[in-house]
């Protein structure tokens, strides 16, 4: 070790707050961030080259990683779409009937498929459904974000949080969690907090218009048409506005002269013989260019009809679609992207947090979570999401293709959590048998495979590991432990684990719950013992505290999905989610006990 080792200790501390920093200031993305970190315990000789290359033997990330997979291939398969005919033929035009039936949908499902795959499959669904019932998206959606959270915690497979603690205990010499045993409090804790959503949610959750909304005020369809410039017409030498192409019913998105192109021109620019001109109308105007004079088309008197050459005409629609953790658009100029000229599409506004934008600069860069609000033909903007990684969630979805194989989807997943439940093999491996034999029966293609995995979120996780690695190097994680049991001397285990909860439910509501999930484990392990009691009450506290994030959009990847499909505002989550953290401390400080005694 390069540093002294009386320096260690302090020195991997700072480094864990600057990285925190780095969290909440968003000065890079997450997974950079903490690989950042460990390069620089790296370089100061607290982590070896072996102790990194050792965390990519833990199970937990390759467990999590052939999950992807398998919930893909129940996306893919239809499986989640299924639930979305259910929600319309259940909803009846009644919000009430609507929430409970999306709730109860949620907590059925989450529990054996990953949470974000059904959140992503299940926006559209809910968005298409409140349309149609004239209700509000945001009403429904944070409670779908917390319904999966809630039900992911019910079996060990549930969520990305219960199996990478599994994993850190068991290195620390904890016996492995089966699949269910934690499965009666959980499910306990679900019954109780989908009663408050019920009750409360239609009385806290605000009514917010999505970006569509926003921005066109109905649902009318939109026309898109290419015209051309002929010799010999007189629109040629006028400025777009004198043509009467720029005003309140007709926008020029685009004008290719030569081999210049002009993304929404000044009304002032001049019109030229050979120009290519795009233009959009929220009217059946447009279909009729040629024969109105709406905008100016008319010919003269003796003057050849053919002012303008209509080359294509369009029936397009408007799209959202949510930019993916894992989109190769993110931190790219607009610019770079040429979404006209590539993929024929039309970008609109940008919703991002609580703002939305409508004048988007070239040097406009994307980031994972950004709403886009998009207008092209339903197979122009497919392309555009398939190949950027974004998931529509309004008009023009397309549905699941495999649904002939969703038997063999359903049936991999059951095979999995029954034969992980018989002990037959450790969950990574059924997991990794599992994944295997989606792709293999054509559930899922290899490329949708490599799609479905989060990368960045494993990123993050080995990152986490090996610092979880340098804390113990360092001594730190005893440091730790021994610093909260003096903050808790004389105070019982049950008001010690209570303290443990709360802890990392705040600091989840901050930072990564995979983040807090690995580096608080081997203290609160550490702390158990410090204390002389059994440490699985404190590992079952921090799975479930660092999974419960209510309270803000940014401590869970599925709340940080509605949030931006909602056109949410931060202090939204804090109406429903305060109260929803108080009761999951409540209940966990006081179900674990009776499940995990401290004294077995």
């Excluded at 054509?442 to 799609?451: H, N, Q, R, W």
């Excluded at 056109?567 to 989610?577: K, Q, T």
Aim: hydrophobic fraction near 50%; glycine fraction near 8%.
């Amino acid at each position: 070790m390069l540093l002294p080792e009386t320096l260690a200790a302090p020195f991997v501390g700072l480094v864990l707050v600057v990285l925190f920093v780095a969290f909440v200031r968003e000065w890079l993305k997450p997974d950079v961030a903490a690989m950042a970190a460990v390069a620089v315990l790296l370089a100061s000789g607290v982590l070896s080259a072996r102790d990194v290359v050792g965390v990519f033997g833990n199970s937990a990330p390759i467990t999590i990683a052939c999950l992807f997979i398998i919930s893909g291939a129940l996306s893919r398969t239809g499986c989640v779409d299924t639930l979305g005919e259910w929600l319309s033929a259940a909803a009846g035009g009644s919000e009430r009937k609507l929430l409970f039936a999306l709730i109860a949908a949620s907590l059925l499902v989450s529990p054996f498929i990953n949470n974000t795959p059904v959140v992503m499959v299940m926006i559209p669904a809910v968005i298409a459904v409140a349309s149609r019932s004239g209700l509000a998206p945001s009403r429904l959606l944070i409670p779908l974000s917390y319904a999966t959270i809630m039900g992911g915690l019910v079996t060990l497979v549930g969520t990305s949080t219960n199996i990478l603690v599994d994993g850190v205990a068991r290195t620390q010499g904890l016996a492995p969690f089966t699949m269910f045993e934690i499965s009666l409090p959980a499910m306990l804790m679900a019954l109780v907090g989908s009663t408050f959503m019920l009750i409360f949610a239609p009385r806290l959750l605000p009514v917010r218009e999505t970006l569509t909304q926003q921005f066109t005020g109905s649902g009318d369809r939109w026309f898109m048409t290419e015209l051309f410039v002929p010799e010999g017409s007189h629109l040629a030498g006028k400025s777009l506005r004198e043509a009467r192409l720029s005003n309140g019913t007709i926008q020029v998105l685009n004008l290719v002269r030569g081999e210049t192109e002009r993304h929404s021109p000044d009304p002032a620019t001049r019109i030229e013989v050979g120009d290519r001109i795009v233009v959009r109308s929220r009217s059946n105007a447009m279909m009729e260019l040629r024969s109105t004079d709406l905008v100016g088309l008319q010919a003269q008197p003796g003057a050849d009809p053919h002012e303008l050459e209509t080359l294509r005409r369009r029936d397009v629609v408007m799209v959202e679609a949510i930019v993916g953790q894992t989109s190769r658009y993110i931190q790219r100029p607009i610019c770079d992207l040429d979404l006209l000229a590539r993929y024929g599409i039309h970008l609109i506004a940008v919703h991002r947090r609580d703002a939305s934008f409508s004048q988007i600069g070239d040097d406009f860069q994307l980031s994972g979570g950004d709403v886009l609000l998009v207008e092209g033909t339903p197979a122009q903007i497919k392309r555009f999401c398939d190949n950027g990684d974004l998931f529509a969630i309004t008009e023009g979805r397309q549905l699941a293709s495999r649904r002939h194989k969703a038997p063999l989807a359903l049936g991999t997943i059951a095979g999995v959590m029954l034969l992980a439940t018989l002990n037959v093999m450790p969950i990574e491996g059924l997991a990794l048998i599992g994944a295997v034999a989606v792709i293999v029966t054509g559930c899922i293609t290899s490329d949708e495979a490599y799609k479905s995995i989060e990368w960045p979120i494993l990123t993050l996780i080995f990152a986490m590991l090996a610092i979880s690695v340098g804390m113990r190097n360092s001594g730190l994680d005893t440091l730790l432990a021994g610093q909260l049991a003096s903050l808790g001397d004389g105070l019982s285990p049950w008001m010690m684990l209570s303290l443990v909860i709360l802890i990392t439910s705040l600091a989840t509501e901050a930072l990564s719950n995979n983040a807090i999930a690995v580096l608080f484990t081997p203290v609160v392990i550490g702390l158990a013992q410090h204390m002389g009691v059994d440490p699985r009450p404190f590992v079952v506290g921090v799975m479930f505290a660092a999974s419960c994030s209510f309270a803000t959009p940014i401590g869970y990847q599925t709340n940080t999905l509605v949030y931006s499909a909602g056109n949410y505002r931060f202090s939204d989550f804090a109406r429903l989610g305060v109260p929803m953290n108080l009761i999951t401390w409540l209940l966990c400080s006081v179900l674990i006990p009776l499940f995990w005694p401290f004294h077995p």
